[in-house]
């Protein structure tokens, strides 16, 4: 049973436009979510987060909204670059037990030039 | 040297030979983490080491042999291995066991069972 799902395995968006990526969670007991980005032979690397007290987290080009009611985040990334072509993971844990980070299967974004 | 290294990176090998693959993170974290990537599925966690101890075996076959002898160093030994072992092998690292989920990587290692 995937407690974490990214339903969209893939998305291509034109360079300057907003890439919006999906996640839905099953478990109520998360409280803590990530996004992880990843490059190909790379590990993945850790991008941003959110808790679950928040709706919003904002870095630079790169903003997660969490919607607890709809067990629903986004990462929106405004504006594309091609640099931003990667598979995203989304992921989430909680924080009152050991460091289990569960992932969704992740997304391939392509930004287009 | 920084971050977290893997090696090999790539390795093949036959169902009945013995193998390892090794974890080294140079970022001081107390926490080590074994993950497998197989095609189209999630990263599953396979073990969870906590100051040299392992906390966490999430159900994994016995033929996958972990060993963390301090606190920089990982191991994950491999013995007679199946084909559908073949995946991509993640280690990982963090400071403490509980947290915010923030693990910092390897580039894994490619494993190709024949």
């Known amino acids: 049973d995937q407690q974490v799902k990214q339903n969209s395995p893939s998305l291509s968006v034109q360079e300057g436009r907003i890439s919006i990526l999906n996640c839905d969670y099953t478990?109520?007991?998360?409280?803590?979510f990530l996004w992880y980005k990843k490059y190909p032979a790379e590990g993945p690397t850790f991008l941003i987060s959110?808790?679950?007290?928040?709706d919003k987290n904002e870095d630079g080009r790169f903003t997660v909204f969490l919607n607890k009611s709809a067990k629903h985040l986004s990462l929106h990334i405004v504006p594309s670059q091609p640099g931003d072509s990667a598979v995203y993971f989304c992921a989430a844990i909680n924080s009152g037990g050991y460091q289990k980070v569960t992932f969704g299967t992740g997304t391939k974004l392509q930004v287009i030039p | 040297e920084t971050g977290v290294t893997q090696t090999p990176r790539h390795l093949v090998m036959g169902m009945t030979n013995k193998k390892s693959l090794k974890c080294e993170q140079h970022?001081?974290?107390?926490?080590m983490y074994w993950y497998k990537q197989s095609a189209k599925k999630p990263l599953e966690l396979m073990f969870v080491y906590s100051l040299e101890e392992r906390v966490e075996n999430n159900s994994v076959p016995s033929r996958f042999s972990p060993e963390c002898p301090n606190s920089s160093h990982l191991f994950l030994h491999l013995h007679t291995l199946q084909p559908e072992d073949s995946a991509l092998y993640l280690c990982?690292?963090?400071?403490?066991?509980?947290?915010?989920?923030?693990?910092?990587f390897g580039e894994g290692s490619r494993l190709t069972v024949l």
């Open positions: 959110i808790s679950s007290i928040k």
């Open positions: 970022l001081g974290h107390n926490a």
């Open positions: 990982a690292s963090s400071q403490g066991t509980s947290g915010t989920g923030e693990l910092f």
């Open positions: 478990n109520s007991m998360f409280d803590y």
